[in-house]
């Protein structure tokens, strides 16, 4: 991980949300030797412990006061909240900051920033591609990005050559992160298939099994790793996914939908050798997987 140098980059960075990602954003930035200053925006309680975690230098339970004289803001809260936030950070943030966010759907949020700010300041959609089943600032790791790509949807394309959104890609680089461009509704709909759809059929075999283990006969004493990693993501709170949900749900219904057919397929031919074929193909995907990462 390169250590950032002092020129050519940001002075004041504003964090609102000091949750997992956010948190991480804050450690991250001191880990790769940030000299500027993090600002963090959260409740009162949460700013503390953020101070405490040295995850900010300083904080501020209000979003305007936060961005206050920053010329980075990253959004790191919910989605739903990270739309709600846009009006006010228009008058609150200097016209020459960069705005971006990391919320897990791109296309509402990228729309808005467009209504709202137009140019000035500038906005940037963020996600990147690292969690953890557990949320919360106690949670946050300086190497969350590392090794890890970081979509970028820019409202424009023009926007790429932006001084602002270059500096950005060196700090995501200086953070062991690879940028990875594309367009928002594109995001959408891949993150559907490769993100959300795990969580949910995460969270519903949990939930079946639980269901199953309430009507007796079902030992959980029985579960392996098998089951233990596939409802691994099943651990991950509502409050995040709620959101995701309600702003991606046409791409979900597809996916759930595609699923779905896939499952029928299986059930069918549990007796035949097309169901050999479907574990090729899973095997051959595993493969590209590989050597991807």
């Keep these: 991980m390169e ?4 020129e050519g980059t940001f002075r004041r960075v504003a964090i609102i949300g000091l949750g997992l990602v956010g948190g991480s954003w804050g450690l991250a930035l001191k880990k790769a030797g940030f000299t500027g200053r993090r600002v963090g925006c959260d409740r009162q309680e949460i700013v503390d ?21 920053a010329d980075l803001v990253i959004l790191a809260t919910p989605v739903g909240t990270i739309l709600d936030l846009l009006p006010g ?14 919320g897990s759907t791109k296309r509402l949020i990228c729309q808005r920033a467009q209504e709202v700010f137009g140019e000035a300041p500038l906005f940037l959609g963020g996600h990147p591609l690292a969690g953890k089943e557990r949320s919360g600032v106690e949670n946050a790791d300086a190497k969350l990005f590392d090794r890890t790509r970081y979509v970028l949807t820019p409202l424009a394309p023009a926007h790429q050559s932006d001084t602002r959104v270059q500096r950005f890609t060196a700090l995501l680089t200086s953070l062991g992160a690879q940028p990875y461009w594309t367009d928002a509704s594109g995001h959408d709909r891949a ?16 939930s079946l099994i639980a269901d199953q283990g309430a009507e007796g006969g079902l030992p959980l004493e029985l579960a392996a790793s098998g089951f233990r990693d596939v409802t691994r993501l099943a651990e991950s709170p509502y409050s995040i996914w709620r ?7 046409e791409n979900l219904q ?3 939908e595609a699923l779905i057919q896939k499952l029928e397929s299986m059930k069918l031919h549990l007796s035949d050798r097309e169901l050999e074929r479907e574990f090729q193909q899973a095997s051959r995907l595993r493969d590209k997987l590989r050597e991807i990462t």
């Design 254 to 256: 597809v996916a759930l």
């Design 89 to 102: 950070l228009k008058k609150a943030c200097a016209s020459t900051a960069l705005v971006t966010d990391v």
């Design 3 to 6: 250590k950032l140098n002092s």
């Design 49 to 69: 412990r953020a101070i405490g975690r040295e995850v900010v230098d300083e904080g501020n339970p209000d979003a305007a006061e936060a961005v206050r004289g």
């Design 191 to 206: 993150v559907a298939f490769l993100s959300h759809l795990p969580q949910l059929l995460s969270s519903s075999l949990a």
């Design 243 to 249: 959101d995701i949900c309600l702003t991606n749900i």
